[in-house]
């Protein structure tokens, strides 16, 4: 712009007066231009530019429109960097000053000066009200895009306000299933039904099934199957065949299997059977569908609410394995290592000498419970190890450090429970074989796993003293025990093993009966 003025200015030849207004103009540029944005000396510049160019355009006259050419550049600069206020305060001091000046010079009277001079100031005016505007969405940004902690607060506040306004205040995967099937089956008919989720990996899992006490479903995505065509084409599939592996050999049998869409997204499948031909007509099936949208969308307020809480247990967990091992666990090694020292120190001192041998070894007892707690916390099912791995990976580290036998039964299929539910189950698994270590003083422990979704049975059996009205140590545990289990749809039983011992056992579902 000072280019431009220059060359508007020197057009019609090089006179002084003109010469000492463009250097005036120029200097107060650069002032405005090297100051710190928003500082006072920046806004001295701009200032200093709009009474330059506003009283020399008074006194050019005739040349007036060629300094006024530079009016908006201070204006809009300081609605961008000062705020309209300020742009608001510059706009009025070069109204008067033009207005004075052209009064002084008498060039109110010439319709030229007084043409140039409203036109480049309505240019500002409008240049710096549409800056402004720029400025406060751009200033707005960041309060767009909150962190990420910020959004995962007011997510979760939300959610937690949600959840409480839900029938049953119930955010439960599986309980959400069985109430699904439990309506579609009583607007269709269906001698067998189950409610499938995904699971990563290439499978699905059995949240819910009704009509039979058990049924090998097929979970595998990437088989010739009605579930999986379902899965691919978010489309509901009818076929003449049975989506259970169990079930084969019937004629008249049709199984409809809908996809559970949420948005774009599929989070599962309703499969249902009938041991009729035909029992799915289109009517049927768009009154399944219209079910299950709604459904699906509560489905995946679950799954995701799941996801979320076991995400959030782990990190506790992590959290905590940290602290003690960082703090208390470092702290009585280094006590630990004190003991030795003053053992070596006091050769003669037999009766301290014995008496720190025995603290020694009860601070190396409390620093084993603390590596094996840990280890518990830091335990967890891999996605592809599955749940009986990590059971046994902690009963066979549990038992070398308490010297006991483990004797490992385990029988799992490629199917896999929610990740919610081996969770459950693992810490069950090792709550009981915690006490078995702690309490029981036995020298045995047999770890039997059997998993086939959706049933499972995890056993924990010792051939210690049993649990008995002496031992009230356990109970907290047996009680936390009961309560995962509870919170899985699980049956705990716990009997006494025969000739000594004890037997804790954790049921779900309806063990597969023999082929």
């Known amino acids: 712009m000072l280019a431009l003025v220059a060359t508007l200015l020197l057009i019609d030849g090089v006179r002084a007066v003109e010469l000492l207004w463009l250097a005036l103009l ?8 090297v100051a710190p944005p928003g500082h006072r000396v920046a806004q001295l510049g701009r200032m200093a530019e709009v009474l330059i160019t506003a009283f020399a355009a008074s006194t050019l006259n005739a040349d007036a429109g060629a300094l006024l050419v530079y009016l908006p550049v201070p204006i809009i600069g300081a609605a961008l960097s000062d705020g309209r206020r300020i742009a608001g305060l510059f706009l009025g001091a070069a109204v008067a000053l033009l207005a004075v000046g052209g009064a002084v010079e008498g060039a109110l009277d010439e319709r030229a000066y007084l043409v140039s001079a409203v036109q480049w100031l309505l240019i500002a005016g409008v240049g710096a009200f549409q800056a402004s505007l720029l400025q406060r969405v751009l200033a707005r940004r960041p309060d767009d895009t909150p962190q990420p902690y910020a ?11 949600v959840a409480r306004q839900l029938p049953g205040a119930t955010l439960d995967p599986g309980g959400l299933a069985e109430h699904l099937l439990d309506e579609v089956r009583a607007m269709v008919p269906a001698v067998r039904g189950a409610v499938l989720s995904g699971s990563g990996g290439g499978r699905l899992v059995v949240l819910a099934q009704a009509g039979v006490e058990r049924l090998d479903w097929e979970t595998a995505l990437d088989t010739e199957s009605a579930v ?18 169990s079930v084969s050999g019937r004629r008249d049998l049709t199984s409809l299997v809908v996809p559970l869409i949420a948005g774009v997204r599929t989070v599962g499948l309703i499969v249902l059977e009938s041991d009729s031909a035909g029992a799915y007509p289109p009517s049927l099936i768009s009154r399944v569908t219209a079910i299950t949208g709604p459904a699906a969308l509560r489905l995946e307020a679950a799954l995701l609410f799941d996801e979320v809480r076991s995400l959030a247990t782990t990190e506790e967990r992590q959290r905590l394995a940290r602290e003690i091992h960082d703090g208390v666990a470092q702290e009585l090694v280094m006590v630990g290592y004190g003991i030795d020292n003053a053992v070596a120190a006091l050769p003669d001192a037999t009766a301290a000498e014995e008496e720190l041998r025995l603290l020694r070894a009860e601070v190396t007892r409390v620093i084993t419970e603390l590596r094996l707690s840990l280890f518990e916390l830091r335990s967890e099912v891999d996605r592809y190890g599955g749940l009986t791995a990590a059971i046994a990976d902690y009963a066979r580290t549990v038992g070398a450090s308490a010297g006991l036998r483990v004797h490992l039964s385990l029988d799992e299929s490629t199917a896999r429970l929610p990740a919610a539910v081996e969770a459950e189950l693992l810490r069950i698994a090792q709550e009981a074989i915690t006490n078995a270590r702690k309490h029981a003083g036995a020298e045995n422990l047999w770890v039997t796993c059997a998993v086939d979704p959706p049933f499972a049975q995890v056993e924990i059996s010792d051939d210690g003293s049993g649990i008995g009205e002496n031992r009230p140590d356990g109970r907290y545990g047996l009680a936390i025990m009961a309560e995962r289990a509870e919170r899985i749809r699980g049956r705990l039983e716990i009997t006494p093993r025969v000739p000594n011992g004890t037997t804790v056992a954790v049921v779900l579902g309806t063990a597969p009966r023999a082929r």
């Open 26 to 33: 120029l200097a107060s540029a650069a002032i405005a231009t």
């Open 151 to 161: 959004e995962a607060t007011r997510l979760l506040t939300q959610l937690r306000s």
């Open 228 to 245: 999986a065509d379902a899965w691919a084409t978010q489309q509901p599939v009818t076929s003449t065949r049975s989506q259970a592996r």
